[in-house]
């Protein structure tokens, strides 16, 4: 099955910092979405992005698929933004969400 | 619109007894996925259910555990005899369609603990 690589694991950041999280994945696909799941434990949908760029406030993502990977950009970081950030994604021969292993972000006051 | 709901939000099963999850899909959705995630790891999928067929139950232990979505009500993903290391949060995800190409949407997780 298609492999997901989500780097770094863990991430530690002061507010109003800059981020850079990367997907990258084995095989081509159709369908990629970024998720962030908060200290509670409820993911939250972020982008729907199996190519092109989109931004949606202090987030956007870029996905390159014919590189096969994906990029989620946080600006201005605030406490509220800690959590886990999912990347996953579905092979073009399959109908399934595959995640990563997640990015921990934390950011301090 | 209501999202997807999950219930119990917590369930607390001792060794040996039951568990049943229930997740009722967004309105118009007939499509159904659960995922475990274990405790530190990422989401993996268990089973894909659109209503009263099983389509990839491949994510799926092959002893204990079993899923059903029926043409009325929730889809459940039931347990039995259940042991400590099934303890984890189970999301389900729906869409409107088969889901290569679609947007899930996911519940907020049911949490089992096992004693």
């Known amino acids: ?109 | 619109n209501a999202g997807v709901m999950q219930n119990p939000r917590h369930l607390v099963r001792r060794r040996g007894q039951e568990a049943r999850l229930r997740c009722s899909p967004m309105k118009g959705h007939s499509h159904v996925y659960w995922y475990r995630q274990l405790p530190e790891e990422g989401l993996k999928f268990m089973v894909y259910l659109q209503k009263e067929n099983i389509i990839d139950e491949s994510g799926m232990p092959k002893e204990r555990f079993s899923a059903e979505f029926p043409k009325e009500g929730p889809s459940i993903l039931r347990i039995q005899q259940v042991v400590r290391g099934d303890s984890a949060a189970y999301f389900c995800a729906s869409s409107p369609n088969r889901g290569a190409g679609e947007k899930l949407f996911f519940g907020s997780g049911t949490q089992l603990s096992v004693l």
């Open chain 1, 1 to 109: 099955g298609i492999q997901v690589e989500q780097s770094p694991p863990d991430l530690i950041l002061q507010e109003g910092a800059n981020s850079t999280l990367r997907c990258n994945f084995s095989d081509s696909v159709n369908n990629l979405q970024w998720f962030h799941q908060n200290p509670w434990g409820q993911l939250i949908n972020l982008f729907y992005i199996p190519s092109g760029t989109k931004q949606n406030g202090r987030l956007s993502a870029t996905t390159v698929a014919t590189e096969r990977y994906s990029l989620l950009y946080i600006s201005s970081s605030q406490t509220t933004d800690s959590g886990v950030y999912f990347c996953a994604v579905v092979e073009t021969s399959g109908s399934r969400l595959t995640f990563g292993e997640g990015t921990q972000l934390t950011v301090n006051p």
